[in-house]
Nanobody, 130 residues
Framework: EVQLVESGGGSVQAGGSLRLSCVVS????????LGWFRQAPGKQRERIAA?????????NYADSVRGRFTASKDSAETTLYLQMNSLKPEDAAMYYC??????????????????????WGQGTQVTVSS
């Protein structure tokens, strides 16, 4: 069973930066999806970016973070990263990494509803001071 563990969250001032990490282990699938998500109190869960385990490119960035956040993974596909720059108070949320099925039938195989992802980390909290 796939396991994911996030780290790197903390408290920063607006305009500051943080780098989150997610260690992935135990996957039994040859090809699957990986993604970064966030959820603030009272807000809908938002997908930050999605990645194909067999590819290097990021398939999508949310409009709210495009140009400020950068997602990546190492060559062994065991660790995900999320570099967050120019942080704003509205970026404060619990940040999660997740794994899901590879949607070969989709035009964008890793772009689907968050609830379709089958494994989630426990999350890491990000707080941004105004």
């Amino acid at each position: 069973e796939v396991q994911l563990v996030e780290s790197g969250g903390g408290s920063v001032q607006a305009g500051g930066s943080l780098r989150l990490s997610c260690v992935v282990s135990g996957s039994t699938s040859r090809r699957y999806c990986l993604g970064w998500f966030r959820q603030a109190p009272g807000k809908q869960r938002e997908r930050i970016a999605a990645l194909d385990s067999a590819g290097a490119a990021i398939t999508n960035y949310a409009d709210s973070v495009r140009g400020r956040f950068t997602a990546s993974k190492d060559s062994a596909e065991t660790t995900l990263y999320l570099q967050m720059n120019s942080l704003k108070p509205e970026d404060a949320a619990m940040y999660y990494c997740a794994a899901g099925p590879y949607g070969a039938w989709l035009t964008r195989p890793c772009e689907y509803a968050p609830n379709e992802y089958y494994a989630w980390g426990q999350g890491t909290q990000v707080t941004v001071s105004s």
